[in-house]
């Protein structure tokens, strides 16, 4: 059983910035593909960033984010991120942190085997 928990949520203006952190309980960190999806009112879940395990170079975003956010991880912390620029009213949602197994990029949250409780971002216009 992997534990996650993410931070760095908050309520910001359009055009600020903020990093989200999503820090794993397992000694494999390094073998989870790892990913942020969200979740806005009356919305389904919605796919934004993914990274894939150590050693697979893999990183994919939504369209919607692409020059925006980034995200990475760091194997020794146990901690994925996710840099959040230029934020959007938009990009009003719970995000959760997810983990998979798997040595490619997963971007269905059904692929995802463990999921933290979220973090609110709420961006003002």
């Known amino acids: 059983q992997v534990q996650l928990e993410e931070s760095g949520g908050g309520l910001v203006q359009a055009g600020a910035s903020l990093r989200l952190s999503c820090v794993a309980s397992?000694?494999?960190?390094?073998?989870?593909?790892m990913g942020w999806f969200r979740q806005a009112p009356g919305e389904e879940r919605e796919f934004v960033a993914a990274?894939?395990?150590?050693?697979?170079?893999?990183?994919d975003y939504t369209e919607s984010v692409k020059g925006r956010f980034t995200i990475s991880r760091d194997n020794v912390k146990n901690t994925v991120y996710l840099q959040m620029n230029n934020l959007k009213p938009e990009d009003t949602a719970v995000y959760y942190c997810?983990?998979?197994?798997?040595?490619?990029?997963?971007?269905?949250?059904?692929?995802?085997?463990?999921w933290g409780q979220g973090t609110q971002v709420t961006v003002s216009s």
């Open positions: 997810a983990a998979g197994y798997a040595v490619g990029i997963l971007v269905r949250p059904n692929d995802y085997l463990y």
């Open positions: 397992t000694r494999t960190f390094s073998d989870y593909t």
């Open positions: 990274i894939g395990r150590s050693g697979y170079f893999l990183i």
